[in-house]
Every structure is written in C-alpha cells, then in structure tokens.
C-alpha cells in the first residue's frame, strides 16, 4: 500500500461494518457507542466529500458566531480581559513591523522542503524527547501511520488545517494534515497526533460539552513545539510561528468582542438584525475601545470554533508558563484535564479552575516574552 493513502472510500468501509454488525445481545453502553462511531464516519466522510467552505453573508455569519456564544456566556469576561491585555502586545507589533512597501513582513513563513516523512519523523522526535508517558501513548497511532494518516495539499484546502477521529469500536485513529508548504506543516502534524493521544486516553475527549477546553492539549503542544523548532532545528521559524499564533488568536478575540457587543445592542433594542447593512449601522453603538475595529474587515474573519480555540488558548498558555518551570506538573494537570468527562461547559470549567489553572493569569508575562522574540527577529530581518 502507498504511504499516508487513506481515503474516503477507507471510512465507508469501516461504516459498511458498523452497518452490518449483528448488535441483539449488545448492552446499551455498547450500542451507544457503535452509534457514536456511526455519526463520526457519516460526519467525516461528508466532510472529505463536500469539504466546508466559508459561511458567506456578515449576517449568517454573525448569527452562526451568536448561536455558539449563547452557550459560554460565563466565559464573555475572560474573552474580554483577554483582549484587553491582547491590544498591547498588537500595538508593539504593529508599531515594529511598520515596512515599506518592498519589506517582508516579519512574521511571513518562509517555504519549507519538509517531506512528509520528514514531517512525521519530526514529530516522532518532538514527542520521544518529551514526556516518556505521552511518548509510549504517541507510538501506537504513529505506527500505524503509514495506513491512517494523509496530507492534503493547496487545492484541497478546507476550513480546517487537519483533522483527528478515533474510532472506538476498531479501535483506530484517522489523521488528516493540511499542508501549505511551511514549518506550520509541523506544528499542524504535531497538533493533530496530540489529539490522537488524547483520544487513546479518553475516546470522549472531543465531546462538544468539552468544546472551550478540548484544544489546550494541542495549542499547548504547538507552543512547546515552537521551542523544539528554535531550540531543537535551531530555526528563528519557531518565534515567527509564536507571534503568527498570538496574533491571529487576538483576532479572534477582536471578533468574538465584536459579537458579543453586537449581541448586546441587539438585546437593549429588543430587535435582531435583519442584514449586513444593518449590523454596520448600529455600530456607533459599539463599546468605545471596540469601534476602531473594522466590522467588514472582522465580521467576515468566521470559521468554525473560534470561542473554543480562543478559550483553549488562554489555559494552554497558563500550561505552557508552568512547563517552563516545571514540566512534570504541566504534564499532571494536562493529563487530569484530557480525561475530564463530564455533562456541560460549566462543569468542566469548574473542574479545571479546581486545578488552579486561571485564564489570563499569565498573559502579560507571555507578551513580554514574545516582545522579546519580535525584536530579535527584527534584528536578524
């Protein structure tokens, strides 16, 4: 078989199983989870079929961001603080990379010749010279990568830099990795293999309920990552890919600010808006410190999770701050946090704020260092 050749026709094999199992005598336990395997491979091969494009429209766009914020209203202040302190580090950078109009950008990626077993031998060593448990977990999918990992390529671009199901009832992992020919190649194959331990350790742990908190696992293994590619490969393209992170997450945060603001002008006027065109005129209404921002420029920024990437982000840099010091105990808490399974957003926050972990906490520490990062790249541009 060639190599990293899984295909959609791979899925509806496994679903043609699933369909054909003889399931009298299965308990309910085991029935529900022949369904949940069911509905994965039904989601992922409509997804390989159809990929998802850009919601077009700034009102649909609007309403899908609305819908998912309604259900993490306790998370707004965290949101907000986290722009708050974000502005600063946006500010700094916006004032260093002032260019002309012949200047590259500073945090432009350079193109990378990585192979994809380049790619995967990299990862491999990412994750042996880490943590020796999450290590021997990493080894058995990436054993079977050959058969149950692909690359997509430019023109099968998607909403989605890469994508990791476990299927419980095969007991098999299926990763996809968007390239586009970067050193982000790496960091994306490294994020999707950190999901596919978390899904050997907990199969639940993508449960939407856990939604805010399911991506600190793998943004905190891209920004450890980041130090392997400096430290590691010796390539200023780890500080490039920490700054690009951080600032498109304060994108993020400038759009879900935005929705919420808009949400509340829709809420003290008792009226939902009815068009693009009328989202842009209550914009005098906005928050003083949000109408710098451009609606059509921010409005049309939508892809799928934005609340929960953001929220995710927040703790994987509280994570990443205690691993500096401390990697054993980063390790600890990131392990009680992957095998949480429980019934709503609420009680996983709740869990993981018993930990100690609080968002925000070490923020304007990590902007510093990433400040420093920014002005030595500015030294070697």
């Known amino acids: ?39 994965q491979l039904k989601s992922n091969i409509e997804e390989l079929q159809n990929p998802r494009r850009p919601v ?11 819908e998912a914020l309604e259900k993490v209203k306790f998370f707004f202040p965290f949101y907000q603080e986290f722009l708050e302190k974000g502005n600063s580090f946006m500010d700094t950078y916006n004032e260093v990379n002032q260019t002309d109009e012949n200047s590259q950008p500073i945090i432009d990626f350079k193109t990378s010749s990585l192979s994809k077993d380049d790619i995967i031998e990299l990862t491999h060593d990412f994750f042996k010279n880490l943590n020796s448990k999450f290590y021997k977990i990493f080894l058995k999918p990436f054993n079977y990568r050959y058969d149950h990992t692909i690359f997509l390529t430019d023109s099968e671009e998607n909403l989605f830099s890469g994508e990791t199901f476990h299927l419980i009832c095969t007991d098999e992992t299926f990763i996809n990795v968007y390239r586009d020919s970067t050193i982000n190649d790496l960091l994306i194959a490294i994020h999707e293999y950190t999901h596919a331990i978390c899904l050997e350790i907990n199969p639940y742990d ?17 920004l450890v990552a980041q130090d392997y590619i400096t430290n590691t490969l010796n390539s200023e393209e780890g500080m490039i890919a920490r ?14 600010n935005l929705t919420i603001a808009l949400m509340d002008i829709e809420k003290n006027n008792l009226h939902n808006f009815q068009s693009g065109k009328e989202i842009k005129r209550y914009r005098y209404l906005l928050p003083e410190d949000l109408r710098k921002f451009s609606l059509t420029e921010y409005l049309n920024l939508y892809y799928a999770s934005q609340e929960e990437y953001l929220a995710s982000y927040m703790y994987a840099v509280e994570l990443y701050e205690i691993y500096k010091n401390d990697p054993d105990k980063a390790f600890y808490y990131l392990n009680k946090i992957i095998r949480l399974d429980l019934n709503t957003r609420r009680q996983y926050y709740n869990n993981i704020k018993r930990f100690g972990l609080t968002p925000n906490l070490s923020q304007e520490k990590f902007q510093e260092e990433l400040t420093r990062d920014l002005f030595t790249l500015c030294k070697k541009k």
Do not use: P
């Not at 050749?5 to 009298?24: A, C, F, G, P």
């Not at 992170?245 to 759009?255: E, F, G, K, V």
């Open 206 to 222: 993508c449960d939407i309920e856990k939604g805010l908190f399911v991506e600190i696992s793998t943004l905190f293994m891209e």
């Open 56 to 66: 077009e429209g700034i009102l649909n766009q609007y309403n899908l961001r609305k």
């Open 243 to 256: 700054i690009n992170r951080h600032l498109n997450t304060i994108d993020d945060a400038i759009l879900i």
């Open 1 to 39: 078989m060639q190599k990293y050749s899984w295909t959609v026709d791979t899925l509806i094999d496994r679903l043609n199983y699933l369909e054909s199992l003889n399931t009298d005598g299965f308990s309910s336990f085991m029935l529900d989870v022949v369904d949940f395997d069911k509905e």
